[in-house]
């Protein structure tokens, strides 16, 4: 990975051609977009906002090149900007200059919040929509009844739930930016950042009004409400993945149960629930600092 961070800093060129490259490579493996938006925030995070402008602006018209190349619609590389590449930009900017990674990781999930509401101000019954687009993401074999009741019940959060899912690309992009960062930098530098990771508790009380307000209201009130919820769900499975982090270091079989840690939420998404439970619990448990105290006791 180190390699990948050298060449990215070699130059603007550089940068530009592997931002635009792995966008459009990641058509075919999604997971490559999150390489192509750590490189924007890399620059950003290294050299500054103008200079990751820069580099964002002429990757996207060599992307919009490359797409009309091989004929990808130019919707595709609009979205990709403004969704994943445009954030990243400006939260990596946050994080250069205010050197939080908690206040980047809040307005990511702020940004993501506003277009849920935005959405819901350009469009009235989203639900609608996504009843409409979701039976041409079910495979073809699904049973028919199953495929409508699913339908049905996850429509009116999908907008949340794709919002969400922006949010976690854009947020580990800006991650493997600033990793790159303190691999060529200051070693040991993010992985001290990110077991860091903590949120004041009024975002917590905030989170349980959101979640009242979708449970008393109806409607698009509460539709908003629960799609909101879902966007601070990602907040603390953040936070909640760096308390768990920490706590299975310090445990004697550390050197095993992270990386278990890791492979369990990449291979089981349920996991993501107690982890965003034990993010959302240690605003005011500080679990952290317990398990610090009953090491040295």
Same mark, same amino acid.
């Given at each position: ?29 999604? *997971? ?13 995070? #290294?050299?500054?906002?103008? =200079? ?20 990808? *619609? ?24 205010? $050197? ?42 699904? *049973?028919? =009844? ?9 429509? *009116? ?20 930016? $600033? ?5 060529l930098y200051n070693p040991g530098g993010f992985k001290q =950042?990110?077991?860091?990771? $903590? ?50 270091? #310090? ?36 679990? #952290?600092? $317990? ?7």
């Amino acid at each position: 990975m180190k390699w990948l961070a050298t060449y990215i800093m070699r130059g603007r060129l550089e940068a530009i051609l592997l931002a635009s490259t792995l966008a459009m490579l990641s058509l075919m493996l999604a *997971p490559l977009s999150i390489f192509s938006s750590g490189a924007v925030a890399l620059v950003t995070l #290294r050299k500054g906002a103008y =200079e990751g402008f820069i580099v964002l602006a002429i990757s996207s018209l060599a992307a919009g090149v490359l797409a009309t190349l091989i004929q990808v *619609p130019y919707t595709f590389i609009l979205l990709y900007v403004l969704v994943l590449w445009l954030p990243v930009w400006l939260i990596a900017i946050v994080l250069r200059e205010g $050197r939080h990674i908690s206040l980047a990781v809040e307005i990511g999930v702020l940004i993501g919040i506003v277009g849920v509401v935005a959405y819901y101000l350009f469009n009235t019954d989203p639900a609608a929509m996504w009843k409409q687009v979701m039976p041409k993401m079910v495979p073809p074999n699904a *049973p028919v =009844e199953n495929v409508k009741q699913m339908i049905d019940l996850m429509a *009116p959060y999908m907008t949340g739930i794709a919002a969400a899912g922006a949010v976690f690309g854009m947020l580990l992009g800006l991650f493997l930016g $600033r990793w790159w960062q303190s691999l060529l930098y200051n070693p040991g530098g993010f992985k001290q =950042e990110f077991l860091g990771l $903590r949120v004041q508790p009024r975002l917590g009380v905030i989170c349980v009004a959101i979640i009242g307000i979708a449970v008393a209201s109806s409607g698009a009130v509460s539709q908003i409400a629960w799609n909101t919820t879902i966007l601070m769900f990602v907040l603390y499975i953040f936070i909640g993945t760096a308390v768990l982090h920490t706590v299975f270091s #310090r445990m004697k079989i550390g050197q095993f149960a992270v990386p278990m840690f890791y492979i369990t939420l990449l291979f089981i998404p349920h996991s993501l629930i107690p982890v965003a439970l034990v993010g959302f619990s240690d605003t005011w448990l500080d679990i #952290r600092k $317990r398990t610090l105290n009953q090491t040295n006791a």
